[in-house]
């Protein structure tokens, strides 16, 4: 990733010749690098570029945002990304509980678990681990109780 090196990021989403398509995975790519080294500087920079470029919006991009700045122990950031969209998708509230769970911050983890019930949103292989994680941690012996049959009901048993 050359353009993470020196002061600035070069990116090419300034290239004319480039779609949406194109500048999505280029965009998530250097977000992970931003996690990788937990660069908080690049990340902001980066962050702000994406914003300027317009595809903030797009769901891969703000939970791979919500990701970088939960690895980044940002959570008021990671939060407030996920609170900018009307109707949040799976990948982004999964992001959210991920990053708090990873920081230990289990109770955090289960209320945004319990507004993605609310919301309606499925539950898949991603959410289960991280929130049966955070029952066992906050001896939750009930919630975990109900995740545990989700996961059966659900046909997860071999993924979980």
Not at 15 to 27: E, Q, T
Request: include cysteine; hydrophobic fraction near 45%.
């Amino acid at each position: 990733m050359e353009g993470m090196r020196g002061n600035g990021l070069k990116c090419p989403a300034h290239d004319r010749h480039m779609g949406l398509s194109d500048v999505i995975p280029v965009f998530a790519s250097l977000l992970d690098l931003c996690s990788a080294t937990k660069n908080l500087r690049k990340l902001k920079k980066l962050h702000a570029r994406i914003i300027t470029t317009g595809i903030s919006h797009h769901d891969f991009i703000r939970a791979k945002l919500v990701s970088s700045y939960s690895t980044c122990a940002q959570m008021s950031e990671a939060n407030f990304i996920f609170s900018l969209a009307n109707r949040q998708s799976i990948f982004v509230y999964n992001s959210l509980i991920r990053g708090f769970s990873s920081l230990n911050l289990f109770s955090e983890s289960l209320s945004v678990f319990h507004q993605m019930l609310a919301a309606l949103k499925p539950i898949d292989t991603q959410t289960l681990p991280v929130v049966l994680k955070s029952c066992a941690a906050l001896s939750a012996l009930r919630l975990g109780q109900q995740v545990h049959v989700a996961v059966w009901k659900n046909g997860f048993a071999s993924d979980v």
